[in-house]
């Protein structure tokens, strides 16, 4: 008798030894999964500032009767597309990611071609709210890029725990999926090369 309680004592142990490790394991997965969907907030913070700025920006130039009307037309569509991809939080797949960064960042491109042609046309150049948004331009780039970066890390840091031991053995068992990363262009390690001439 006393040798079954003693056996009955070790099972008991041992299946709370790992409940613990389970529950430990799980509560891990969840806290580095929170850590990543507040990061991408972040990084919709900061291209929603973008969208949100650029819209002063759109009205100066519409209001130019001279301004080259299919580079703003360009502008506006790409706008108007990176604004409509939205992405779930609780659903961040690599495809996902792919489909934001790709709408997003063709926005930037003609965002960028804008602000060249601007340079052509120096009614637009001396006013006071152009001034003000390319002072804010590089900071904007610059912000969308640290975010970027800090969502890849902790994407990185999630990726890893469900993909090595013992989280693996667990991550689909809770539902955690691999997360998807933003993927660095040529050149998106900085700010567009944009040169203003103001006088």
Avoid: C, H
């Avoid at 529950?23 to 990084?43: A, D, H, L, P, R």
């Avoid at 990185?156 to 725990?161: E, G």
């Amino acid at each position: 008798m006393r040798k079954g309680l003693i056996a009955i004592i070790v099972v008991v142990v041992l299946v709370f030894i790992i409940f613990l490790w389970i529950q430990g394991t799980y509560n891990t997965m969840v806290t580095k999964n929170e850590i990543v969907t507040k990061q991408w907030s972040q990084v919709e913070n900061v291209y929603q500032s973008r969208m949100d700025k650029t819209k002063n920006l759109l009205k100066i130039v519409e209001g130019s009767a001279n301004f080259e009307k299919s580079t703003l037309t360009e502008v506006v569509n790409a706008r108007a597309r990176a604004t409509s991809v939205n992405v779930d939080p609780t659903k961040l797949t690599p495809e996902s990611i792919q489909q934001f960064q790709k709408a997003q960042d063709a926005f930037g491109q003609t965002l960028g071609k804008l602000m060249v042609v601007v340079e052509r046309y120096p009614e637009l150049k001396s006013t006071e709210n152009f001034k003000e948004f390319q002072s804010q331009y590089e900071g904007m780039e610059n912000r969308i890029a640290v975010e970027r970066k800090r969502f890849n890390e902790t994407v990185a840091d999630f990726n890893i725990l469900i993909k090595r031991f013992p989280g693996n053995m667990f991550a689909k068992m809770f539902g955690f999926n691999e997360k998807g990363y933003f993927q660095a262009a040529e050149g998106a390690n900085k700010a567009p090369d944009i040169e203003f001439n103001i006088k």
